[in-house]
């Protein structure tokens, strides 16, 4: 239920707020600007433009560095030496057209081991993002097309890509952020984005441009988006009307919250499971005792897609 899929949606974000302020603070300036570019498309923009205001973000605080970098702004790099504002030599030396390395993945009972469960964190983001983008879409899509389908693809499509040597699938909260921005709800525009993913994936030259990018621009961006998901996490909580008076929901909610942010401050618990060592990681933690705490603590008049009283939270807002 969304006391226990909202605080896990908030914990997204927050824990990924250390990765905006890292890359912001490379440069302060550059990541303002990218800020300011996505508050002014997104609040008195018009038509297209207040579709796009991330992509708006993104291109026009890049003009910005490429112009500083033309008259002669520098940062430093890791070992301290100064190198342009954005460096086109990885550019210049990229091909237009490659084909990315193929690895044919072996079975591995200690891999398993060690990242089996991973998944549990995943399976949670997955259910806690179906809810985040019925919230701010208007469609229930946990019960249109469900969860058993969603999931079952995202599971599908996590196999897929590491038989193949590609990385884990996961339903990014980020996206989450841009729908609220953006207002653009057509799976077709995905569907899209897809082929052009695809495409674009066949070009290092397109690789380096995009790796280009300074991260302060990343880290602008990224002040509005994993905010974003946290908002997102709290407008799940309200409007689907989740009573806090209750102290099986407050308990809940705060365990996870400390399991969420404390455990992925010391880097998660790690112990050995045959000879393997495996972590877990803050989320994973918050996800079981969330699941855990909701099933054994008394008072949950809960049913899932069926009740519409109990604590409320079923009712999903609006329907």
């Known amino acids: 239920p969304p006391i226990v899929t909202g605080p896990m949606i ?4 927050l824990n990924l707020s250390g990765s905006a302020i890292t890359n912001a603070s490379s440069c302060w300036w550059l990541a303002l600007v990218s800020m ?3 508050v002014v498309a997104n609040i008195w923009g018009k038509g297209m433009v207040k579709i796009i205001p991330i992509l708006l ?3 026009g605080s890049y003009i910005v560095a490429v112009i500083a970098t033309l008259c002669g702004a520098q940062l430093p790099d890791a070992n301290g030496v100064m190198q342009p504002l954005v460096n086109f030599a990885s550019v210049g030396e990229a091909h237009l057209i490659g084909f990315q390395k193929f690895i044919l993945a072996k079975f591995d009972v200690s891999a398993v081991l060690v990242m089996a469960p991973i998944a549990i964190a995943a399976m949670m983001e997955h259910i806690g993002d179906i809810s985040a983008i019925s919230s701010t879409t208007g469609n229930n899509f946990i019960a249109d097309p469900g969860l058993h389908r969603t999931l079952t693809g995202d599971g599908l499509a996590t196999a897929f890509a590491g038989m193949f040597g590609g990385p884990a699938n996961t339903t ?3 996206n989450t952020g841009v729908l609220a ?6 799976p077709r525009v995905i569907r899209l984005a897809a082929v052009y993913a695809i495409i674009l994936s066949f070009s290092p030259k397109f690789d380096a441009l995009v ?3 300074p991260s302060a621009i990343v880290g602008g961006v990224s002040f509005i988006l994993y905010g974003m998901i946290s908002a997102v996490g709290v407008r799940n909580i309200v409007e689907n009307q989740v009573d806090l008076t209750k102290s099986r929901n407050l308990i809940i909610a705060a365990v996870m919250f400390v399991s969420g942010l404390g455990f992925s401050s010391v880097g998660g618990v790690t112990f ?3 000879g393997a060592a495996v972590t877990l990681s803050g989320l994973a933690i918050a996800a079981l005792c969330g699941v855990i705490l909701n099933a054994i603590l008394p008072g949950n008049d809960y049913e899932f897609g069926i009740s519409v009283d109990g604590d ?3 009712d999903l807002g609006s329907y």
Do not use: H, P, R
Not at 10 to 13: A, L, Y
Not at 181 to 186: E, Q
């Open 10 to 13: 908030i914990m997204i974000g």
């Open 172 to 174: 990014y909260g980020e």
């Open 272 to 274: 050995t499971v045959g």
């Open 57 to 59: 973000g993104v291109v």
């Open 211 to 213: 790796n280009s990018i």
């Open 36 to 38: 300011a570019i996505i």
């Open 312 to 314: 409320k939270s079923a």
């Open 181 to 186: 921005l953006s207002k653009v709800y057509d």
